[in-house]
């Protein structure tokens, strides 16, 4: 296992820097698009091609991730692309800001995957439903975020800007690529499948939200909320990668004390295994047009 040294002894981009090399040296391949999964969804990193498996606790300056259902590793190889494999990172599972890890480390593999050369980034979640026509196994396509731990100013980007990284204030009106969000469509409509779209909105957790907390965010524009994403989507962006993102529908926001049973990250779990083939097939059929 590695030492990992925290950002007070090294600068930002010798984390990240060191981090990358760690990987090349356990597996050369340039990455093409980073893919993180969500709880729940772990299983699409079995069908990655000539895979390596390299645990976060071996890279140094990553964080380990211990909520149930993630695995806690990168599954590096190929997935079937439009002429030949696309070259994937898979994130089974991810680092939360609920964990106890800064922002900067559980953003650190966004930056690491721009390092290693890829271009776009597929992230998924699981997802409470605030939108009254949502149902528990369904797909929502992310057409934007509220990020209320980054309006609050929990952001990952707050502290010094490196320039090689992006810009100190970045543009996110366009944060979810509408060229692959169109191509997603179009493959959900070819599959049969039903998606949803909407907007996502990112607290910090781990609780879930009061009834009183859902009915505001219901208020203000949100269609699912989840304990991710928006700060993984602002880092993406800062540093110049594409963005695609899904929310797995796992359980429906209680408006009420006295609505429905209570959530649990049991139901999560089970319900992952119904969003699982369908989030599947839509994300191999993205690959196959890049």
């Not at 599972?93 to 953003?107: A, D, F, K, S, V």
């Not at 731990?149 to 490196?162: D, F, Q, S, T, Y």
């Not at 997603?184 to 910090?204: E, F, K």
């Amino acid at each position: 296992m590695q030492a990992h040294t925290q950002p007070q002894d090294l600068s930002q981009i010798e984390v990240v820097d060191r981090a990358a090399a760690y990987l090349r040296s356990r597996d050369g391949r340039p990455w093409q698009v980073l893919i993180v999964l969500g709880s729940g969804l772990g299983a699409l990193a079995d069908d990655v091609q000539d895979a390596v498996r390299v645990p976060y606790t071996d890279i140094p300056g990553f964080a380990r991730s211990t909520v149930q259902g993630h695995k806690g590793q990168f599954v590096l190889g190929t997935l079937p692309g439009k002429v030949s494999g696309v070259g994937v990172a898979v994130m089974q599972g991810r680092m939360h800001y609920y964990e106890g890890h800064p922002l900067w480390q559980t953003t650190l593999p966004v930056r690491v995957a721009r390092e290693m050369g890829a271009a776009a980034m597929i992230i998924t979640n699981a997802a409470g439903g605030i939108n009254r026509d949502f149902q528990i196994g369904d797909i929502m396509l992310i057409t934007d975020h509220i990020s209320f731990v980054g309006m609050a100013g929990m952001n990952a980007l707050v502290g010094p800007n490196v320039d090689r990284q992006g810009p100190r204030f970045p543009e996110v009106t366009t944060a979810y690529d509408a060229e692959l969000r169109q191509q997603t469509l179009d493959v959900a409509h070819a599959a049969g499948i039903t998606l949803r779209q909407g907007v996502y909105a990112g607290v910090s957790g781990p609780n879930f939200e009061t009834p009183a907390e859902l009915r505001f965010l219901r208020l203000v524009g949100a269609d699912a909320v989840g304990m991710s994403t928006v700060n993984e989507v602002t880092v993406a962006r800062h540093c110049g990668l594409r963005v695609l993102g899904f929310s797995g529908i796992t359980n429906v926001a209680r408006l009420a004390s006295d609505e429905g049973p209570p959530p649990s990250h049991e139901e999560v779990n089970e319900a992952g295994a119904i969003i699982a083939p369908k989030m599947f097939s839509i994300i191999r059929g993205v690959l196959a047009k890049q």
